[in-house]
């Protein structure tokens, strides 16, 4: 085992709540409840947690192998491995590229964590109250046409990222999973009550959890492959990084059971949150990525008790959108502390502000650069498809072929602490299955 380099998490509970808040974002909240009404429901739930088990938590491990045994940022923690086994260097690109990963999500990842933190001030004062479809529609639409609201708000979001991570691996990433994951769970559990008590609890039971194998074709089970990708922050270099600061006392496999099954439990939980609210006021599951910031504001505005619990929502939309943000700093943070001379706070501060910058522009192309585009995409989408299709899925595929291919058989076993048979069965999934699924989401991503 390498030797410990610099800050280590305080405890196995601080890492995974700080893990599973990275995982927990708004792909749990908003993508993963639209997925699921797209794609027919249980069906999809099904699918989706086979592909987790499968793919997202080999990858998983693989990366925090990475990153606990290089003990370094992603960059440098590839290289020295590399060496050590005998391996080139040119591995070190893996690395480089979940960290480019992380910097280019973050900066649209940002833009929509604002909109998050408009909603809770709408939730607030009553924007949403009375207002039929065509009003929450024009709400939504003016929104994304005002330059200068969209940079107030990607900029408080930024601005709050930026102070958590500037204080550290205890005092920011430990502190910030501490106390918002708890809130975000009491929040969802919440709605979940109110979901009860609406009396279309049933109805989203039904949805989420009675197969319509009618429904499963090969688009859902890619889609619920690449749920199970993206939702484990996979391919970004932040396992790697948060991987970096883990003890050698902590096994990996169960540590990233307890991780799995708490992100899953917190994406089906928002479902059973979410789909209630829309039953009971006669809306369509099915309404895309529109189903956060149209379809539930229009429920909200038009309920008894509609401010409260619009309010409680977004709040937990902006609880998941910021520790998944700050994991995505982390890396870049991590980078340039070790590659440049620059002290914690300089390199967050100089990171966040390019960040930001890349974040403009990424807003700007939703109104005053809405004609601009390269091949075919505005900013904002070209960043979107070029990290979810190209270099996630290339970032995890190198990660799980270097530890399946490149590592020595005695340093899984001395990491996984599983026995002679455990660690064949771990080769036969790690060397195969899931880098086939990893395969078949980027193949699918370009198709």
């Not at 994406?267 to 910031?293: C, H, K, Q, R, Y």
Request: net charge negative; proline share 3%; glycine share 12%.
């Amino acid at each position: 085992m390498a030797k410990l380099a610099h800050a280590q998490w305080s405890s196995r509970m601080t890492f995974v709540l700080a893990a599973a808040g990275s995982a927990v974002g708004l792909g749990n909240i908003w993508r993963f409840s639209y997925l699921v009404g797209d794609s027919g429901g249980a069906a999809f739930v099904l699918v989706y947690l086979a592909c987790v088990a499968l793919v997202g938590m080999p990858v998983l491990v693989a990366e925090w192998m990475i990153g606990r045994r290089g003990q370094k940022n992603p960059i440098n923690s590839m290289v020295d491995l590399a060496r050590q086994h005998g391996k080139s260097p040119a591995w070190a690109l893996v690395g480089a590229s979940g960290v480019l990963a992380a910097f280019l999500i973050l900066s649209f990842y940002s833009v929509i964590g604002g909109w998050s933190l408009n909603y809770t001030l709408g939730s607030v004062i009553g924007t949403f109250s009375g207002q039929d479809a065509d009003g929450v529609s024009e709400l939504f639409g003016g929104m994304l046409g005002d330059p200068t609201t969209l940079l107030l708000w990607h900029s408080a979001f930024m601005l709050l990222v930026i102070g958590i991570v500037a204080r550290g691996v205890t005092k920011g990433l430990e502190s910030a999973a501490r106390s918002m994951m708890p809130a975000l769970i009491i929040l969802l559990l919440i709605l979940v009550g109110y979901g009860v008590a609406s009396g279309h609890f049933g109805e989203a039971l039904a949805f989420m959890f009675q197969p319509d194998w009618s429904a499963l074709n090969g688009g859902v089970v890619l889609a619920a492959m690449g749920q199970a990708f993206f939702t484990l922050s996979l391919g970004m270099g932040i396992m790697m990084a948060y991987g970096s600061y883990l003890g050698e006392d902590v096994n990996l496999l169960s540590t990233a059971r307890t991780v799995i099954i708490l992100d899953t439990a917190i994406a089906l939980l928002a479902g059973l949150a979410i789909f209630p609210i829309v039953f009971a006021n006669g809306l369509s599951a099915g309404e895309g990525p529109g189903l956060i910031f149209v379809t539930l504001p229009l429920a909200f505005g038009n309920m008894t008790g509609g401010t409260l619990l619009g309010l409680m929502f977004f709040l937990l939309l902006t609880f998941a959108a910021l520790t998944s943000a700050i994991s995505l700093l982390e890396p870049v943070v991590e980078m340039m502390e070790e590659r440049t001379s620059m002290p914690r706070v300089t390199a967050t501060v100089v990171s966040g502000i390019t960040v930001w910058l890349l974040g403009v522009a990424a807003l700007l192309s939703f109104n005053v650069w809405a004609d601009f585009t390269i091949v075919g995409l505005n900013i904002f989408d070209l960043l979107d498809t070029f990290t979810s299709k190209i270099l996630l899925p290339l970032t995890g595929l190198g990660a799980i072929v270097f530890v399946a291919w490149c590592l020595k058989r005695e340093s899984v076993e001395a990491e996984l602490g599983l026995s002679a048979t455990g660690v064949s069965v771990w080769n036969v999934i790690a060397r195969f299955v899931a880098p086939i699924g990893v395969v078949a989401v980027f193949v699918a991503g370009l198709i």
